[in-house]
């Protein structure tokens, strides 16, 4: 973080917390002047979704450029084809299974 005044980097003097917001007081290493800024926690984390397999990528932009009227594209269909490649499953269509 910088300085607003002369854009030089600031130092931390003294960090707090407060409830779901960290309190930092800091002070320009040149001029001086001093800041105190408030660091929110705006979201809460989440589980990873956990992952999914490159057929159910394949399929879920099949859909997606089917919606687009995209799916016809050829070389679209090969990229699509080759993530289906290594499943164990080979999927076709964009979803069905063959």
Known sequence: MRCLD???????????????????????????????????????????PGAISSGQLAASIGELL?????????SVRNVLRSLTMSESTRTTNFGEER
């Open 66 to 74: 089917n919606s687009l009227g995209m799916a016809s594209n050829e």
């Open 6 to 48: 002369c854009k030089t980097e600031l130092k931390v003097l003294r960090t707090t917390t407060e409830s779901h917001e960290v309190i930092r007081r800091r002070e320009c290493r040149l001029c001086g002047r001093r800041f105190t800024t408030r660091e929110r926690i705006v979201g809460e984390a989440t589980e990873s």
